[in-house]
């Protein structure tokens, strides 16, 4: 084997991949999110880990059930909004889901 061999190379070093928009909530979801959150009452933010297959995620859910999922690249877009309209942030793998989104019934 010679020692300019592709093999008996040192790796290179990867450059790091920025995910998309660069850790930003995209600015149709931040749209959809406020709109959402200041147009019903008693919304609850429903937050769904990151797996092997799934990014991070959030459920709103309005007081009468209905629900709408955005994905994340972070939690900050989601701490501030819950700051801002002092709405509740909870953990689906400790809480579970509100029984009035499972019951709620859209009009389409």
Do not use: C, N
């Amino acid at each position: 084997m010679r020692a300019d061999d592709e093999f008996s190379r040192e790796p290179r070093p990867r450059k790091s991949r920025s995910r998309a928009g660069g850790g930003k909530v995209a600015r149709e979801d931040r749209r959809d999110m406020k709109r959402f959150v200041r147009s019903r009452t008693g919304v609850e933010a429903y937050v769904e880990p990151r797996t092997i297959d799934q990014q991070l995620s959030v459920v709103l859910v309005a007081g009468d059930g209905e629900w709408l999922r955005f994905h994340l690249p972070d939690d900050r877009y989601l701490r501030k909004l819950s700051a801002k309209h002092r709405m509740p942030i909870y953990d689906t793998q400790r809480i579970g889901y509100p029984k009035r989104m499972r019951e709620y019934r859209r009009d389409d």
